[in-house]
């Protein structure tokens, strides 16, 4: 058991009987009243979000996880299948455990997948930044670039984002998995 001053964003709590990553985590002191934290939760087993006020002090069961390294391979209905790079076993894991970022997975993508004391998968992560290539985008007009407008494109993945009005078809850009928006166009 730890604290409430022990854990903060990125940290795996088990909360009510659930698994739950802190997504937001705040010290508050309102006035003449006691200090507290406010937490917002994301619960690992369905997606849906809470919130709550945990005391200064007040005791949280902090679960113990392990973050390993994983190849994505491919993808199978609603499941990803991503294999361990030095025993060579592979696993499926839920879409769902992706979350937005599962649309940019592309083969042989290292991902970041977390265990549960070592045995059970409970939440993955894609790469932060992606370098990926223009498959389809409308050509750009000469001179258009004074304005900060954007233009849709797909990727090589077959997602849908937008770019700048300069990015052309064939093109290798940086992505953000995060959030789906383009960061800079790259050399290749």
Same mark, same amino acid.
């Given at each position: ?40 939760? =994301? ?11 945990? =005391? ?7 679960? =113990? ?29 839920? +879409? !769902? +455990? ?7 997975? @592309?083969?042989? +993508?290292?991902? @970041? ?6 045995? !059970? ?29 954007? @233009?849709?494109? @797909?990727?090589? !993945?077959? !997602?849908?984002? +937008? ?26």
């Amino acid at each position: 058991m730890a604290d409430t001053g022990d854990i903060n964003v990125g940290s795996v709590i088990r909360f009510n009987g659930e698994l739950v990553q802190i997504t937001e985590y705040q010290h508050r002191t309102p006035g003449n009243l006691r200090a507290f934290y406010q937490a917002k939760m =994301r619960n690992l087993k369905n997606g849906k979000q809470t919130e709550n006020r945990f =005391r200064s002090g007040e005791l949280v069961d902090v679960v =113990r996880v392990e973050y390993k390294m994983m190849q994505f391979i491919y993808s199978e209905g609603e499941f990803a299948v991503v294999m361990d790079n030095e025993t060579y076993e592979q696993i499926h894991l839920s +879409m !769902t +455990m992706f979350g937005d970022a599962a649309k940019f997975l @592309k083969e042989g +993508m290292e991902v @970041k997948v977390v265990f549960e004391e070592g045995e !059970t998968p409970i939440l993955a992560e894609a790469p932060t930044f992606i370098e990926t290539q223009i498959t389809y985008a409308e050509p750009g007009v000469k001179g258009d670039t004074a304005t900060n407008t954007l @233009k849709p494109a @797909k990727i090589d !993945t077959g !997602t849908e984002v +937008m770019v700048p009005l300069f990015v052309n078809e064939g093109d290798w850009v940086k992505v953000d998995t995060r959030t789906g928006s383009y960061v800079e166009r790259i050399k290749k």
